[in-house]
């Protein structure tokens, strides 16, 4: 496989306190990758290093072969985000704020087919301050999509939404990934990392416990545990202290 995200001993602090610490890790192309862990335990700073929003106090990045911080606008062409506390102003209408994210880019998508795609049709004239939090959800989606990116990272997609709205999300993010862009999915949601994510990385206190897929690392709980059969969540569980699932 090809890894399309490098990520070498990450280091960041703030202050006196150390937020990551030699995180390692690579994404290969086409996978939906996983950033696990509890709140606090660096998920977040780990993305926006990455995406070129903050800037590492050591270790190295690649994204696509090259460098965040230095070739951020270019990057910015190829990386679709989807940030976790996202907001839009109130009285902007779906319809417009793809408008808007289309004209930043010299090769943006069809509007039309990424709302098409994303069950926005019904809600194209409707301003962000009225919309669900699902159909808030799904516009976060599309606008992160409305570059034709390589790579999409969403951080913490589905915090807030009702489990019917969350499975929905799920399986728009399975269509994400059928269109071939690599997704970087952090969450603190177990099922949803068991059911969405090829490799997953557990991240707690800003260190990298483990990288494995879901079934692997489930195998791995059931055997410690002296189970016949575990979940991803008894492993995050194992692994961190922490229970699964509070944000």
């Known amino acids: 496989m ?4 490098e990520v070498r001993e990450l280091h960041k602090k703030y202050g006196a306190k150390v937020a990551v610490e030699d995180v390692s890790f690579t994404v290969d192309e086409g ?9 606090g335990a660096g998920k977040t700073t780990t993305v926006e290093c990455v995406e070129g929003l903050r800037k590492p106090d ?12 230095r070739d951020r606008a270019e990057l910015t062409q190829r ?8 907001q839009l102003p109130e009285k902007l209408k779906v319809g417009e704020a793809l408008d808007l994210y289309r004209s930043f880019y010299p090769e943006p ?9 994303l069950g926005l049709d019904a809600v194209r004239r409707t301003r962000f301050g009225k919309l669900s939090g699902g159909q808030k959800q799904r516009l976060s989606i599309a606008l992160a999509l409305v570059g034709n990116p390589r790579i999409a990272v969403l951080d913490e997609l589905t915090t807030g939404l009702d489990p019917r709205a969350r499975r929905e999300t799920w399986k728009l993010i399975a269509d994400v990934r059928a269109r071939g862009v690599t997704i970087v999915l952090v969450t603190h949601f177990m099922e949803e990392a068991e059911r969405l994510c090829d490799r997953v990385a557990v991240i707690d206190s800003g260190r990298v416990v483990t990288v494995d897929t879901p079934a692997a690392l489930a195998k791995r709980a059931a055997a410690q ?10 492993a995050f569980v194992a692994l961190t202290g922490e229970n699964a699932d509070v944000n």
């Open 2 to 5: 090809t890894a399309v995200i």
């Open 31 to 39: 996978e939906i990758f996983g950033i696990l862990g509890p709140n």
């Open 58 to 69: 050591g270790g190295s990045i690649r994204v696509l072969g090259l460098d965040p911080g």
């Open 79 to 86: 990386v679709g985000v989807q940030l976790q506390d996202a």
């Open 109 to 117: 998508a069809d509007a039309e087919s990424l709302i098409a795609a």
């Open 225 to 234: 545990l002296g189970l016949e059969r575990a979940s991803l969540e008894d």
